[in-house]
């Protein structure tokens, strides 16, 4: 399952489409962290509206990704989480720490709008 | 896998309520065990939510599974008592098992250097949750959720 990454602007978007197994949700990581190299992305969204179950596993990788996209320059904003899957992550305790989320694409990109900085010209 | 191994599972009457077992060998299969489990629990009249804390209980025991044991199964029980509808998801494996259950269940606790918020997650998803563990011989969780 290959989650279609676009490109808009300085910003990548990601949509998870499909639940995805934890291979899948590895190679997504590593496939989003090199668009992020090879497109000088300034902010990265993560669209997880089309997730029904977030657990450890996916909780943490997503929360990895954002630090590892961080250590690169760039920002990242998990969009869409569903107010299901948020209940059932706060009852097993599960936090994405300092990642920002927002509540849909919309609003992510006015996040990224607000705190990213323009690309560097060259 | 002999029904009879299944001791403490009192409340559900086999002949009844058909049991679904997944068999959980490869990490795709951890995908497979909780779409079926969320399809079961709507069908018994469970509201959305707590159909995703169900599928997040049994995600959650099925990697359990196919990280530590490598091999088990999750087998999901519709379960009636005194007129109330419930779900009983069974994790049962063959695998080394766990030495010391009540470290397992502390949060934070993890062998694998995970987040070690596994089982005591689930325990909270879930209404009741009872572990039977042998060193050697394997692993049998039992989780309960009752329909509000």
Do not use: F, T
């Given at each position: 399952m290959e989650v279609p990454i676009l490109k808009q602007g300085a910003y990548l978007i990601a949509s998870i489409q499909a639940a995805l197994s934890d291979t899948d949700l590895l190679h997504f990581r590593d496939v989003l962290m090199k668009h992020v190299g090879l497109y000088r992305a300034r902010g990265v969204i993560v669209d997880?509206?089309?997730?029904?179950v977030m657990d450890s596993f996916g909780t943490r990788v997503l929360g990895d990704i954002a630090r590892m996209i961080s250590l690169r320059g760039a920002k990242t904003v998990i969009v869409g989480i569903q107010p299901e899957v948020a209940l059932a992550m706060v009852q097993m305790g599960l936090t994405l720490g300092a990642v920002t989320t927002t509540l849909d694409l919309e609003e992510g990109l006015a996040y990224l709008d607000e705190n990213t900085k323009p690309p560097a010209e060259r | 896998m002999s029904e009879s191994a299944n001791s403490s599972n009192n409340s559900s009457g086999p002949s009844g309520s058909p049991q679904h077992g997944v068999p959980l060998v490869t990490e795709a299969d951890i995908v497979a065990a909780r779409q079926k489990g969320r399809e079961l629990a709507l069908g018994i009249g469970f509201s959305p939510g707590d159909a995703t804390l169900i599928a997040t209980a049994i995600s959650e025991l099925a990697r359990n599974i196919v990280t530590y044991a490598k091999r088990g199964e999750i087998r999901l029980i519709p379960i009636e008592l005194n007129g109330k509808r419930g779900l009983t998801v069974v994790a049962q494996d063959e695998g080394?098992?766990?030495?010391?259950i009540r470290q397992a269940l502390?949060?934070?606790?993890?062998t694998a250097g995970r987040?070690?918020?596994?089982l005591p997650g689930v325990k909270r998803l879930m209404d009741e949750m009872e572990i039977v563990s042998e060193v050697g011989v394997g692993t049998t969780v039992t989780a309960k959720k009752w329909r509000t």
């Open positions: 997880v509206a089309a997730l029904d | 080394a098992g766990i030495p010391d502390q949060d934070g606790y993890s987040l070690g918020l596994g």
